[in-house]
């Protein structure tokens, strides 16, 4: 089970923190990652992480302004949005798979689990 937190409205230029905590099973050989849905638009991957260790990974839209972390004891990720333009405006996805080969994973189709999910708006 994954569960979000931490969206709300900003105004342009302004920061948002969003946390994603695992439940249920053993996640530290998982890897999890943030994806954002638009309205009428398809879900797109923003960043992602292995619990057990490396770097994250960044869509282009992501790189230098958002941070991927990662707190394996607790199975926990977070991500720290600053610079937020209306465009980050969505709903953002936290998901997460198991697959130990194939890379980090931007595509939804090659993830698992998935979050309900929790609203960004960015005002300009």
């Known amino acids: 089970q994954l569960v979000e937190s931490g969206g709300g409205s900003v105004q342009a230029g302004g920061s948002l923190r969003l946390s994603c905590v695992a439940s249920g099973r053993t996640w530290n050989t998982y890897v999890m990652g943030w994806f954002r849905q638009a309205p009428g638009k398809e879900r797109q991957f923003v960043a992602g992480?292995?619990?057990?260790?490396?770097?994250?990974y960044y869509s282009d839209s992501a790189k230098g302004r958002f941070t991927l972390s990662r707190d394996a004891a607790k199975n926990t990720v977070n991500l720290q949005m600053n610079m937020l333009k209306p465009d980050d405006t969505s709903v953002y996805y936290c998901?997460?798979?198991?697959?130990?080969?194939?890379?980090?994973?931007?595509?939804?189709?090659?993830?698992?689990?998935w979050g309900q999910g929790t609203q960004v708006t960015v005002s300009s």
């Open positions: 998901a997460a798979h198991g697959r130990l080969v194939g890379g980090i994973g931007i595509y939804p189709s090659e993830y698992d689990y």
């Open positions: 992480i292995t619990l057990s260790g490396g770097n994250p």
